[in-house]
Nanobody, 119 residues
């Protein structure tokens, strides 16, 4: 079955950096676009970034443009999210997702990893 396992979350001070990873299994990773989403307490789950199956196309939420970078390594079935210049408002549970279709619709989710940005 499809499995998406995130890692790399933790606590960091404002201005710091973290890199999240997501290891995928149970499907042909290189055939699917992927995405990162996040959910803060009491809020809806929002898109952070998407990447096409080949990695040639990406898109980002306005709130993270210029600070976050999504990438993937199809050879080892891994998705990444490099997060720089972190702010307190980036605090959330971050989820890896397999997405599909014209509108990057999530069809599979990981269990999430907590990111806390606080001084």
């Amino acid at each position: 079955q499809v499995q998406l396992v995130e890692s790399g979350g933790g606590s960091v001070q404002p201005g710091g950096s973290l890199r999240l990873s997501c290891i995928a299994s149970g499907f042909t990773f290189s055939s699917f676009a992927m995405g990162w989403y996040r959910q803060a307490p009491g809020k809806e789950r929002d898109m952070v970034a998407h990447i096409s199956s080949t990695g040639g196309r990406t898109n980002y939420a306005d709130s993270v443009k210029g600070r976050f970078a999504i990438s993937r390594h199809n050879g080892n079935n891994t998705l990444y999210l490099q997060m720089n210049s972190l702010k307190s408002e980036d605090t959330a549970v971050y989820y890896c997702a397999r997405v599909s279709g014209l509108y990057w619709t999530p069809i599979s989710w990981g269990q999430g990893t907590q990111v806390t940005v606080s001084s």
